[in-house]
């Protein structure tokens, strides 16, 4: 019925886990406290990985914020192109300062071989790069790439980002104080699609319904995880189903192998369980065997208490599918301070 596991059409590759902004609503868990990034001949070596896939796709080089390490990014563009990889680079804009800078830049990656800009848009975003920024980017990425290879994600925001001024971030409060809680929530968890993973449930499930653990009893993760069309290597060996951050269903360096075991349903313990009985057989596993206490105020999504059940396990044991390990100690867009936002009782045994 279903065709073979595994097939995804997009392939992120992430370059670091590193960006100065740590947003809200991160699937990755990506910010300033993370440090490396992949080796030259890792990136080679995920590259020709994917060769593994005998259908066509595209890949995307990615973070964290790519353009950190533009030097990398750059030959990652060159290799693609040499292997006739379609490739595109996802940005937040950050860095885009200067008008000069970022036209040399863009030229740069076009010139190597790059097809496509991705540019991140939104409240989220905002709250820690100016808008000025971002309409930049937009800007002289179109000059140089052609309205038919800018994506930016997403546009509808392009307007209301610039409501509260365009040359200082905006915190989301503003967007609470000016629109009520009901509605600010509305316009942000909806208006973006939020996916309650990484670390949203816990820093943005406030502007959404929360649920207990049980209401999330019968969800399973069969399509993200084996039938995911949009996926990651990462730069430690994790390849990434969907947008699972923290979750590897194997090391990508031995693909061919992963992708026989799946096409056999043999799956690591965790992502079995994932896959039949979703995060509520994760719960209860948890629950049962490692002592994870359910949070009182519910969950903002399946995924949110996905994460908090693997955060509670991954300071349990040494779960291989629980990678990277750092992932569950940059929950927090804080992680120096150890505050958290969102984060409060649990329900005691
Ligand atoms: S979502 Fe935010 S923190 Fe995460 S990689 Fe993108 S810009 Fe960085
Ligand atoms: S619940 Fe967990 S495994 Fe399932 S889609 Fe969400 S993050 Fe992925």
Redesign the pocket.
Known sequence: MYRDPLCPTDLGIILSYR?Q???K??L?N??PAWKDWMPLETLEEALQATTAWGHQFQIHLT???PFLNFPLLLQGVQLAAQLGIPCYVET?AGWCLEEKDVLEKFATLREAGLNAMFI?CSP??AEKIPPARTLLAITKALEIFGRQNVIVYLPHWIEQIQIFGIEKPTPLERYVEKFGLARAGRMLWDGYSIIPAGRSGYCLGHLTQKRPASAFKGENCFMEILYAHHSHFDLYGNYISWFCGGLTIGDWHDLPRILDDFEAHRFPPLIDILVRTGPFGLYDLGKEDYGYQELLEGYAGKCHLCVDVRRHLSGQGDFQELRPKEFYENVSPYPQSGGETGVSQRSGN
Request: charged residues 5%.
């Open positions: 960006c902004s740590a947003c609503h991160c990755y990506c910010g973070g964290g914020e937040n991140s989220f975003h």
